[in-house]
């Protein structure tokens, strides 16, 4: 068979799973072939092996299934890095890129000490560090799996500028203080119809009481103690939880506090500034 027969019939399979099945095609392509989007454009009467046929195949049949894709590749790229995704952590996503360009866009001191609250594969912290190398970065996560999987892809990359520690959320960093605390933290109410299409993620990492609110309210009210002074919060959050959010930062006593739009035009992120 070859290549453009075996991704049109693909994603004809994938669409009843998928919304983006012509996109999970090729990457299932690229991921067999160890090849490039580029190389599928210019090749499309390739002949496919046997042994591709049966990996494709294999791969295939596990998606239609609802397994995602960077669980069976076993990595995924966010912000322009590779990194190695398990099922104990959530599968970075291009919204939570949203948190890292304001964190990005935010006027720090050059050498800003800055927080990642529940850091899972590293994700954010790690593309902080990254793009700010002058950064000093502090990744934890209670998840002794999602630690261990952090550090792997910091030493993967190579980042010398973040170190990932053991902790429940500020239980680790007593006394400690940073210029910017970004999380991710869990958002979802535990009776959300939508936790069905997330089956096979971490349910820890997704879902929080008090309507998905129990986990930002304590990052809210912990980070206080935690924030230099004029220093910044943000957090990504449900598409309907932007006004509580931005309430909870102002009864805390931050300021500058507003919310940003994430690509599909939903709210997703809110912050503010603990003045001095």
Known sequence: MQLAQWQKRA????????????????????????????????????????????????????????????????????????????????????????????????????????????????????????????????????IADAVQLAEHNREQLNISNCRVLHSNWFSALAGQRFDLIVSNPPYIDPDDSHLSALRYEPIS?????????????????????????????YLEHGYDQADAVCRLLQDAGFTEVSSKRDYGNNWRISGGCLSA
């Open 205 to 233: 990492a997704l879902t929080a009481a008090q309507h998905g609110l129990a986990d930002i309210r304590h990052i809210v009210q912990q980070a206080t103690q935690h924030l230099n002074p004029n220093g910044w919060l």
């Open 11 to 142: 994603q004809l399979q994938l669409m009843a799973v998928s919304q983006t099945a012509d996109i999970e095609a090729r990457l299932c392509l690229c991921h067999v072939l160890k090849a490039s989007n580029s190389y599928l454009y210019s090749y499309p009467e390739r002949e496919l092996s046997a042994a591709e046929l049966d990996a494709l195949g294999d791969l295939l049949e596990k998606r239609l299934q609802g397994q995602p894709l960077a669980y069976l590749f076993g990595y995924w790229h966010f912000f322009d890095l590779q990194l190695n995704v398990a099922p104990s952590t959530l599968i970075p996503r291009p919204d939570t890129e949203l948190l890292v360009e304001q964190a990005l866009s935010l006027r720090l001191p050059a050498q800003a000490k800055v927080l990642d609250l529940g850091t899972g594969t590293g994700a954010i912290a790690l593309a902080l560090a990254h793009n700010k190398p002058q950064w000093q970065l502090t990744a934890v996560d209670y």
